[in-house]
């Protein structure tokens, strides 16, 4: 069966609503004391690997529409990244709220130039930004050809993202290797790709 544009609208609709939910969720966690002794770096776990999700998901779409012969899928990519950038940008605006307080934000220069695995966040999140930014569709007639040069940098920001996770907890645990693992077998899947572009 052929996947129609009314398909794609309730599909769109659906990842709008599975995107959102988790704040909800966030809001009444927060409220009902959920959290553990350390909310704000709850939060902030919670945001940012909200943020993973959604990035995989992005990459998902391409060989997923591929492999079931949906080209239609395409659609809903650009909708997935937006979601991923909201959530990476809660994640920001978490720590920088939460961690270093509203008193303390002249910190937060220092603080991305010190600290490896948040010189890795904030990369990520500017690219994601660069992205959002660009998404539409007279950004892509204006920027012509370079457009989609701009927008493979969302391989950079699948290395990136995954290894600011590994470096930002203090005790590994699977979960942070799985979420690598997961973008590695999706850039693997790229394999074809990125041997073109060296060639």
């Not at 999700?53 to 079931?68: D, F, G, M, N, S």
């Not at 600290?115 to 990520?124: E, K, N, Q, W």
């Not at 050809?145 to 493979?152: F, V």
Request: hydrophobic share 55%; aromatic share 12%; glycine share 4%.
């Amino acid at each position: 069966m052929r996947i129609t544009p009314q398909h794609i609208t309730r599909l769109k609709a659906a990842l709008h609503l599975v995107a959102f939910a988790p704040l909800l969720w966030l809001f009444y966690a927060a409220n009902q004391g959920y959290f553990s002794a350390d909310p704000a770096k709850d939060i902030q776990h919670f945001t940012g690997r909200m943020a993973l999700k959604l990035l995989l998901a992005t990459l998902l779409v391409a060989p997923l529409a591929r492999y079931i012969k949906q080209p239609a899928l395409i659609r809903t990519r650009r909708l997935i990244g937006l979601w991923c950038f909201a959530w990476a940008t809660l994640h920001l605006l978490s720590y920088t709220l939460l961690e270093l307080g509203v008193n303390n934000l002249n910190l937060l220069a220092n603080e991305l130039l010190t600290r490896p695995y948040l010189t890795l966040g904030i990369v990520s999140w500017a690219m994601l930004l660069a992205l959002a930014l660009t998404s539409t569709q007279s950004a892509q007639k204006k920027l012509g050809r370079n457009w989609q040069k701009l927008h493979n940098v969302i391989y950079l920001i699948a290395i990136f993202a995954p290894i600011h996770y590994l470096w930002s907890v203090k005790v590994l645990s699977p979960q942070p290797v799985l979420y690598a693992l997961a973008a590695g077998v999706l850039l693997a899947l790229r394999y074809r790709k990125f041997r073109r572009w060296r060639h």
